[in-house]
């Protein structure tokens, strides 16, 4: 078994209805996170999970030069807590249960494996082609 995913089953009843969102702070991903609030008011959802993703940073030819791994990493690093602080204020201020969560990967793939391993119900991320007020909602795939 995934150590990630009895960590998950451990910490986590496994009939609690979560639903994750995908979260990059930008007016999309704030949209889907809105959107998994109203859910969990409504009584369709026990916890949200908060997930931001970075891919891992490209740090290679001439800027090599200026800038190594460890660097780059932290400012992604950055990036995420200050997204996750954001999203942590708008679900404290909306009363929900949530956790938040950072990964470094490839962020579809993360997503999917986080939500697998999680068990989540639903995954909510915000679209930049979809319509300002819908996001897009999807049920977890088995087959990953």
Do not use: F, N
């Not at 994750?20 to 889907?32: E, N, T």
């Not at 949200?48 to 992604?76: F, K, N, R, S």
Request: proline share 7%; net charge neutral.
């Amino acid at each position: 078994m995934d150590p990630d995913a009895a960590q998950a089953r451990r910490k986590h009843p496994v009939d609690e209805r979560i639903v994750l969102v995908a979260y990059d702070g930008s007016d999309p991903s704030r949209r889907a996170l809105a959107h998994a609030i109203d859910l969990a008011r409504r009584g369709g959802v026990d916890r949200l999970h908060v997930l931001t993703v970075h891919p891992e940073p490209l740090v290679h030819g001439q800027i090599q030069v200026y800038m190594d791994h460890a660097p780059a990493a932290e400012a992604a690093s950055a990036h995420d807590r200050a997204g996750l602080a954001d999203a942590a204020s708008i679900c404290e201020r909306s009363g929900v249960r949530y956790d938040l969560e950072a990964r470094e990967g490839d962020p579809a793939q993360t997503i999917a494996q986080r939500a697998h391993t999680l068990g989540c119900t639903q995954i909510v991320m915000g679209s930049r082609c979809s319509a300002p007020s819908r996001p897009r909602c999807c049920r977890p795939h088995r087959y990953w």
